[in-house]
């Protein structure tokens, strides 16, 4: 199962211009099983989420990307966002306390927005994104490499702000999700990994 774990609408996320549904309609075109809607410091609306996931027979899941002192870390299985601006042990210590999943996003983007060499600092973060769609290849490479030496999920994602790079990366799901709770568990097991979605559907992989 492919799911872009990364992806913003221009409903709560002002940088980008993709209409949502959109959006999720195109992603089913894509060849994408799923996409999680990650707007910057908000929820999207997880009713429409819900009416756009059966209008299009794909799955539509609502985490959030919260820029932390550090840098964005992408989160999955909270109900309540913080309301201030944290650290980023704080806030990966309160989503692991909530039974939620934390992701580094995009860690080694120039830009401070990626919390970097910090990931080593974080015990109880589950995952890093090494294939984002809006970062430069050496910065993914050295996300993979912080990975790897840390033991975490890889995961991928377009970070979509405009139709075009829909689909450019996702995660590969070795297991059939079909709600938040099982995208959870799936990354917690460690069982996906971070692909190109056109080399994977064309036989080779980008991990």
Do not use: W
Request: glycine share 8%.
């Amino acid at each position: 199962m492919i799911v872009d774990m990364h992806f913003h609408t221009n409903c709560f996320s002002e940088c980008s211009i993709i209409n949502p549904e959109e959006g999720i309609k195109i992603s089913k075109e894509s060849g994408l099983d799923g996409i999680c809607i990650t707007e910057h410091d908000k929820f999207f609306d997880k009713k429409l989420a819900y009416e756009l996931q059966n209008k299009y027979n794909i799955l539509v899941i609502v985490g959030v990307e919260i820029f932390t002192y550090e840098g964005d870390i992408l989160c999955f299985g909270l109900d309540k966002l913080p309301n201030k601006r944290v650290h980023a042990r704080e806030l990966v210590d309160y989503i692991y306390g909530k039974g939620g999943i934390s992701i580094a996003a995009h860690p080694y983007r120039l830009n401070n927005r990626g919390i970097g060499d910090s990931i080593k600092d974080l015990l109880k973060l589950d995952a890093v994104e090494t294939l984002n769609g809006n970062t430069k290849e050496a910065n993914n490479i050295k996300a993979l490499k912080s990975a790897n030496n840390y033991k975490k999920t890889k995961t991928g994602g377009s970070d979509a702000h405009n139709i075009s790079k829909i689909g450019s990366y996702a995660t590969y799901f070795k297991n059939i999700i079909s709600s938040e709770k099982e995208l959870i568990r799936e990354i917690k097991n460690g069982s996906c990994e971070a692909i190109n979605l056109k080399e994977f559907h064309t036989g080779g992989k980008d991990v």
